[in-house]
């Protein structure tokens, strides 16, 4: 496939060349006018050909708007890309393709994919884009605005089904607990589908995430249940250590002295009245009643 690179093209000033026009109207008037009184045909051996040189030329004038461009292309070969705005007069036997360089959103809609657990998930993104070489958009893919579409859904599917929905691990990447890397990664895989079209991927973001409707109510169950093992690990793991350092401290500062068996009674009121889900009542202990 040949290599096109955008170029600039070659143009004049419009307001000048528009200014040369009226002035070879004028001279066709001027023409006329004399051709009637004199009654001379060989004037209009000149007045005729200028009226057809005279509508060529008027076909050549273009308007580029700001953040807008124009791909000309001659006889089916490149010849440059008008990027600056203005009023401008080019070849008048160029055709002059449109190629916007604004910056624009391709919102994409909700898709079904398994994630990499297997788990059907719906997902839908966000994607910021621009043209930055307009010749590759035009001349390097059939429709570049189609392209993007269907290379972004197609990324986007890619990306689902690499990383879980969510994860317990916290160091653990995942749809839901990692959205920037997520988003990272989307543009860089995208910015290396579009390179061919000249596009540039700005910003790239998750704009829905969310269990298939088939297994969203098991899932959210799960979720739960995974949430109050996680809760609970948690609260063993302080009240293990709160043990640990009271018993250390008691025996550092000497308050008491604990055999194994009270040791393990400490232990075991501790660890209830930490760990338990209501409220302990305390029961105090002054002695026995015969010493």
């Known amino acids: 496939m040949e290599k096109i690179a955008e170029k600039t093209a070659k143009k004049l000033n419009g307001f000048l060349m528009l200014f040369s026009i009226l002035a070879l109207i004028a001279l066709e008037i001027y023409l006329l006018v004399l051709g009637i009184r004199t009654n001379n045909n060989n004037i209009l051996w000149v007045f005729l050909p200028l009226i057809p040189v005279i509508l060529l030329l008027l076909s050549g004038f273009t308007v580029v708007q700001p953040n807008d461009s124009r791909v000309l292309i001659l006889f089916g070969k490149y010849t440059g890309t008008i990027r600056d705005s203005g009023f401008w007069w080019v070849n008048p036997f160029t055709v002059r393709k449109k190629v916007s360089l604004r910056i624009r959103n391709f919102n ?89 079209a000249g596009v540039e991927v700005i910003e790239s973001r998750i704009s829905h995430l969310a269990y298939a409707q088939e297994i969203a109510q098991a899932m959210l169950r799960r979720q739960q249940a995974q949430a109050v093992i996680a809760a609970r690990q948690r609260i063993v793991e302080g009240a293990v250590g709160m043990v640990e350092m009271a018993l250390k401290s008691l025996s550092d500062q000497k308050i008491v002295n604990l055999d194994e068996d009270k040791k393990a009674t400490m232990v075991n009121n501790l660890m209830v009245a930490l760990v338990s889900e209501t409220s302990v009542q305390p029961v105090i202990n002054t002695g026995t009643l015969y010493q």
């Open 108 to 196: 994409s809609q909700k898709i079904k994919v398994n994630d990499l657990h297997g788990n059907p998930i719906e997902i839908g993104a966000v994607i910021v884009w621009k043209v930055i070489d307009s010749a590759k958009a035009v001349f390097d893919v059939e429709n570049y605005e189609q392209f993007v579409d269907i290379q972004s859904e197609t990324a986007i599917r890619s990306l689902a089904s690499e990383y879980p929905y969510d994860v317990n691990e916290e160091d653990m990447p995942s749809l839901r607990g990692t959205p920037l890397e997520i988003a990272d990664n989307l543009k860089k895989t995208l910015q290396a589908r579009l390179e061919i």
